[in-house]
Structure formats: C-alpha cells, structure tokens
C-alpha cells in the first residue's frame, strides 16, 4: 500500500540530489570537516591573481628583497617574474591553543573565486594538537587537490618547491629547507634559514607540535583584522556571507521525509500528477 510517507520520501530524496547537484549550491559550503597539511614556497601565491576572486584590496605580494608589488597582474616569481609570497604570511600563535596563519585551500563544491582570501576557522580533532584552534586565510589554491577538503598551512620548513626559495634567498638547496626536499626534521634546522623566516619555522615545532596531517572542522569566519593587515587581501563579502547563509534554510532540512514542506510537495504532486492515486489511501 502506497503511502504519503514513502511518496514523500521518494519525492524529497530526488529534489535533495537535484539540489545538491545544482550550480548555486557552492555558495553555501561555509563549514566542513578537513585534511591539513603543510607546505611553502616562494611563488606568487594563487589568491594574488585579480581573477581569483571579487575583493575590496588584494593580496600583497612582495619582489626578492621583500619589498611590496603594487602591480597584481605582475608576473609570478616561479615563472620569471618579479612577484613572489611575502615572507611575513606565515602563522603566529596567539596563545597556547589559538593561532593565526596562511593556507593554500581545496573545499569540494566551492571554487577558488569562493574561498580566495577568505578566513576560516580550523579546530584540530586528533594527535597533540587536538582542540587547538586557528584562523587562516585561503591565500593560494591547492592545485594537487580536487577530491577533498584540504587546508595546507603555508609553513617556512617545508620543501622547497623547484628550489624557488633557495633562487630568491641564495645558499644551497640541499641545506635550505632540508635534504632532498623533504622539509626540516627538527626544531634546531629552523636556525639555518634566513632571519625573517625563523619564528614561523619554530612555530611548526612548539605550538604545531610537528603532527603529521591532522584532521580538523573548518567553518568561514569573518576575517581578522591582524590577517587582513598582514596580507592586505579583504573579499567584498567579507562582512555579508553570514547574513546570506545563516538566513537560508538548509535544503537537507526542508527536504527531510519528516519536514513537513515535504508533505506539501508530496500531497501536491499526488493530486495534481497522480488523482487516481487517493482510491490506494
């Protein structure tokens, strides 16, 4: 016997998938659960690009002797040209269980226009660090990724990818960043590399506590004024994503078997498609 549950159920389960499948939906991812990493280079970070998204200032970038590029179409440091990250976009810690950093960003359903310099915040669920908190903002896109969440924080230490910061600070490749390019093992390596890059590279070791991939939530924050002064990239709905998502009623909610906007939709559909359905009830 067909009943208005099963109807409704059928009937929420194929506009839930229409839903979630539609073009709009990337607007509403705002919070998720997340693979982290680390990673650093000295390239033009991705989010510096003006067609990465619509923002009110852009992300700083800075030449070799990390002095400011007012240009933002100027060519990336890794391609030949004169922009590269500037070196104070790294993380500082705050207090023992918060700090603030910089992340090259992957969030499946969303698009790098979507999460460009926007802020987040990351709660650890596991390993050392577990219940530790910090804000990053999405400052470059995570290009080896397209399947997962994925927040890999920009930390001094890491490889060093084509050899670009061992171009741009000079020494030798091998000993800049560690042995083929694996990144740092220990805290003492952090005196080794230049002056300006040695407080963030401690910080991997004493707050970060050096784990290894560590999940974490992230949920969209609005953005610090200590971020925004530091990197100087501030999106335009900066201040208005909450309005816009907090206001919009989940569409799991509207379209569970139980909500009765579901009902409706069943109730409507059965009399308006299917009259001769009401002789089964």
């Not at 229409?18 to 990337?26: I, K, N, R």
């Not at 070196?87 to 359903?109: C, E, H, L, M």
């Not at 952090?190 to 949920?219: H, M």
Request: charged share 15%; hydrophobic share 35%; glycine share 8%.
């Amino acid at each position: 016997m067909i009943t208005i549950t099963m109807i409704s159920t059928l009937l929420s389960s194929f506009i839930l998938s229409t839903a979630l499948l539609s073009p709009g939906a990337s607007s509403r991812v705002f919070s998720g659960q997340s693979f982290t990493s680390m990673y650093y280079d000295c390239c033009k970070p991705a989010c510096a690009w003006p067609t990465y998204g619509s923002f009110v200032s852009g992300l700083k970038t800075c030449d070799a002797n990390d002095q400011p590029i007012l240009d933002d179409t100027a060519g990336g440091y890794c391609g030949g040209g004169p922009a590269s990250s500037c070196i104070n976009q790294t993380p500082w810690a705050v207090n023992d269980s918060f700090s603030f950093g910089y992340a090259s960003i992957f969030i499946r359903g969303a698009d790098s226009t979507e999460w460009c310099c926007s802020c987040y915040e990351l709660e650890f669920l596991d390993s050392e660090i577990k219940g530790k908190k910090m804000i990053v903002q999405g400052i470059n896109v995570n290009f080896n990724e397209d399947q997962i969440n994925w927040f890999s924080l920009a930390v001094p230490g890491q490889a060093d990818w084509q050899s670009q910061c061992q171009r741009r600070f000079g020494g030798t490749f091998g000993e800049f960043f560690g042995k083929n390019a694996t990144g740092f093992t220990n805290l003492t390596q952090c005196d080794t590399i230049p002056e300006e890059l040695q407080a963030a590279c401690r910080w991997r070791y004493t707050w970060y506590q050096d784990v290894k991939g560590p999940n974490a939530t992230f949920k969209r924050v609005e953005c610090p004024a200590e971020i925004v002064q530091v990197s100087g990239c501030l999106r335009t709905d900066d201040k208005t994503f909450n309005s816009s998502s907090s206001s919009a009623i989940p569409a799991v909610s509207i379209l569970s078997p139980t909500s009765p906007f579901a009902t409706i939709i069943a109730v409507a559909a059965v009399l308006l498609g299917f009259p001769h359905l009401l002789d089964l009830f």
